[in-house]
């Protein structure tokens, strides 16, 4: 089924939650909502689901208007942050619940209810109680119990939030692969861009109330169309400075502005990923002096002297740290092939 | 037990000592008192003096009157826990505060209040003699000041719970296809089960063992107006206290009924 929401809008209590959200997300597609918490992702979610009732605009489910269709009629499976799972009921009532009160018969709802839990590889388990679970796999629970009276769209609010970085990891290629084997159209509202990088078709940036940019994750990484969105899906060096003639000077340092009006100020936004590093000048590269380095797992970080009180961060896959063999003090060229210009607001 | 975390010995000692005294003193000794002398004569007279007829006509006004209270309070107690705990709305912390009301005020106050509205002085006194309807020093008093009492009980024990709760398992089951109704019967209901129960076994002791409110509106009319605790009264004051330590003793054992009854329900709670 498809979604398509029209000029959304939600006042809580004065304050405007969403403001004017319009989105498409087609038949079997996977769409993240991606934004920082209380930016109104959860609220476009939660009135797509009919569980908030929308000030303004339309909700249309397969072509249908449902703006005004309680919850139970929208046919839509919901998994919550905190899984919501009943907790006096074992995992097969749990998940035969929908069935249960849509008037299922005991053998033919528990027989689906089996099924179900054997799709998120949980057989075995049917009698346990919620409480007996882990994290990771009371989120499962909570998945197929929303399948199982067969929805036509699945809605995901923050379904990783409560689990350790780890399990969040397994269970993203997990859900990927699910999606892909039954092809549900499916809404997820997620402050991780990791998460939403990695899952979703295309990705739409919350940001107060409205969306920032809508592209696939490669796009929105590559060319944030704002600022805010620079910022959110990444680390960022970020200069300010005035575009003459047709670029932004910084330092010794020039970046490319065409699309900026001359006198423009505006700021500068590149990825520590994105500063090449080297011992020994190049075409294009720019002196500097490293003045500390920090460990930070799988990367280093150079902190970068250009000039007096002007800095700048780089990343350096370790091993190419290793091999280099930076150390404090020394004197390198550095190239930023990839930046992003913005007039500043 | 590591010494730098803990009392000296003799400081616990004396405490522990200080609080069984008072509690031996001031519990344990008053409830064997009660069976001592309601037993002083043997069996014979205890029973005789528990089932002659206005003993026995208290012990049924007073389980009719739970029999009305503990229902509507317990009906009463989860709608107002449902309305403060999923429900923002203006007035909503009046609301938590009027519902306390009942423990605030003297029960003779309480009571008093009953005697203003509905007594022959009343507000309401002359359209109710109008149509020869009397609630004061009759039945319908009884009930309303006991229903007014034990108003707190359910809802006191169940809006923490519910807020603490949330809303999310009932979202779950709204989106899941199920009803208003079947929400309510499945997930809320079966989540707040134990609480529930123990504010009704709390209810129900206070509204049998209510006296300064009941005894307001009363009239203590024997064998028509008397509620357990108000015909202890007047046995008692009729220098019977075989009988009236009889009476009080069923009283009491309900106390212990319902000791035990609390202990058991958090027991329950806690697995």
């Given at each position: 089924m498809s979604i398509q929401v029209k000029k959304l809008k939600k006042i809580f209590n004065g304050f405007?939650?969403?403001?004017?959200v319009s989105l498409i997300v087609d038949d079997g597609e996977f769409v993240t909502l991606l934004g920082p918490s209380g930016s109104g992702k959860s609220t476009v979610l939660r009135c797509i689901a009919g569980l908030e009732a929308p000030d303004n605009g339309s909700i249309e489910i397969n072509n249908e208007d449902v703006t005004r269709v309680p919850v139970q009629e929208r046919r839509v499976g919901f998994v919550f942050q905190h899984y919501?799972?009943?907790?006096?009921?074992?995992l097969l009532e749990n998940v035969a619940f929908g069935l249960n009160v849509r008037g299922v018969g005991k053998k033919e709802r528990n027989e689906k209810a089996r099924d179900l839990l054997q799709l998120v590889g949980?057989?075995?388990?049917?009698?346990?109680?919620?409480?007996?679970?882990?994290g990771g796999q009371r989120q499962r629970v909570a998945l197929a119990r929303a399948l199982a009276p067969q929805p036509g769209l699945l809605l995901l609010d923050e379904p990783f939030g409560a689990l350790d970085a780890r399990l969040r990891k397994e269970l993203r290629v997990w859900l990927r692969e699910l999606h892909d084997r039954i092809n549900l159209t499916t809404l997820l509202v997620t402050h991780d861009q990791d998460e939403a990088f990695e899952l979703s078709d295309r990705v739409l940036v919350v940001n107060k109330g409205r969306i920032e940019q809508e592209a696939e994750p490669q796009k929105i990484f590559d060319?944030?169309?704002?600022e805010f969105v620079a910022t959110f899906v990444g680390e960022t060096n970020r200069v300010e400075g005035t575009v003459q003639e047709g670029s932004v000077a910084w330092g010794p340092m020039r970046f490319k502005a065409v699309h900026l009006k001359e006198g423009t100020k505006a700021s500068v936004l590149f990825r520590p990923n994105d500063v090449y590093v080297t011992s020994h000048r190049e075409k294009g590269g720019w002196p500097g002096i490293i003045r500390s380095i920090q460990f930070l797992g799988a990367t280093e970080s150079l902190e970068i002297e250009?000039?007096?009180?002007l800095n700048l961060t780089a990343h350096i896959p370790k091993g190419v740290a290793a091999l280099s063999g930076f150390t404090v003090g020394e004197q390198v060229y550095v190239m930023v092939p990839m930046a992003h210009v913005f007039a500043s607001k | 037990m590591n010494n730098t975390i803990t009392e000296k010995p003799y400081v616990r000692y004396t405490l522990i000592f200080l609080s069984l005294t008072f509690l031996a003193l001031f519990l344990v000794v008053p409830l064997i008192t009660i069976f001592a002398e309601a037993f002083q004569k043997g069996w014979g007279l205890y029973l005789t003096s528990i089932t002659e007829p206005a003993a026995m006509a208290a012990i049924r006004l007073t389980l009719l009157t739970a029999a009305i209270a503990v229902p509507v309070n317990l009906v009463f107690g989860i709608v107002a826990a449902w309305a403060i705990a999923k429900f923002e709305f203006f007035g909503k912390r009046f609301l938590i505060t009027l519902i306390e009301l009942p423990f605030t005020v003297s029960p003779v106050i309480s009571g008093l209040i009953f005697v203003l509205l509905f007594g022959a002085q009343g507000v309401f006194g002359k359209w109710l003699a109008d149509h020869d309807i009397q609630i004061i020093f009759a039945v319908p008093g009884i009930v309303l000041a006991t229903l007014f009492i034990t108003f707190p009980y359910v809802a006191r024990e169940l809006i923490p719970l519910m807020q603490a709760q949330g809303n999310e398992q009932e979202e779950a089951a709204l989106t899941l296809g199920a009803s208003g109704w079947q929400t309510f019967w499945k997930v809320t209901l079966p989540n707040i089960r134990w609480a529930l129960l123990y504010g009704v076994i709390l209810l129900n002791a206070r509204a049998m063992g209510e006296f300064g409110a009941v005894s307001v509106v009363s009239?203590?009319?024997?064998?028509?107006?008397?509620?357990i605790p108000l015909h202890v009264e007047i046995l008692y004051n009729e220098y019977n206290f075989v009988a009236a330590f009889a009476m009080a003793s069923l009283l009491a054992l309900l106390a212990l009924v319902t000791l035990i009854a609390k202990n058991w329900i958090e027991w329950k709670k806690g697995e």
């Open positions: 405007t939650a969403v403001d004017d919501a799972l009943f907790r006096h009921m074992t949980l057989t075995g388990l049917e009698k346990r109680m919620p409480s007996q679970l882990s060319e944030p169309a704002s250009i000039e007096k009180d | 009239g203590h009319i024997r064998g028509l107006t008397n509620t």
